[in-house]
């Protein structure tokens, strides 16, 4: 059973930056998939950024240039880079692993004010 744990986020102001973190734990083997995911009021669960363990990495387009996904495989760990945020990215923002099954943190909110 992985268990993902993240730390970071917060409030910044427009323009602003926040790093987020995530560690997991409970498993010997390098996770395929890690990434992050978001959820703003009222809208759907949507992708930010993902990297597989073989280095390669997608964005959502509404943050390309913008946010920086980053991991090392060896330890299991994610993190995300946010900079230039805007308020549209007020969300919370999700912790996500794909070892044979989906794995998900607890949230952290992340707040940008205008």
């Known amino acids: 059973q992985v268990q993902l744990v993240e730390s970071g986020g917060g409030l910044v102001q427009a323009g602003g930056s926040l790093r987020l973190s995530c560690a997991a734990s409970?498993?010997?083997?390098?996770?395929?998939?890690m990434g992050w995911y978001r959820q703003a009021p009222g809208n759907q669960r949507e992708m930010v950024a993902r990297?597989?363990?073989?280095?390669?990495?997608i964005y959502a387009d509404s943050v390309k240039g913008r946010f920086t996904i980053s991991r090392d495989s060896a330890k299991n760990t994610v993190s995300l880079q946010m900079n230039t945020l805007k308020p549209e990215d007020t969300a919370v923002y999700y912790c996500?692993?794909?070892?044979?099954?989906?794995?998900w943190g607890q949230g952290t909110q992340v707040t940008v004010s205008s």
């Open positions: 990297t597989t363990s073989g280095g390669s990495t």
């Open positions: 409970g498993t010997p083997f390098s996770i395929r998939i």
């Open positions: 996500y692993a794909f070892l044979s099954r989906d794995y």
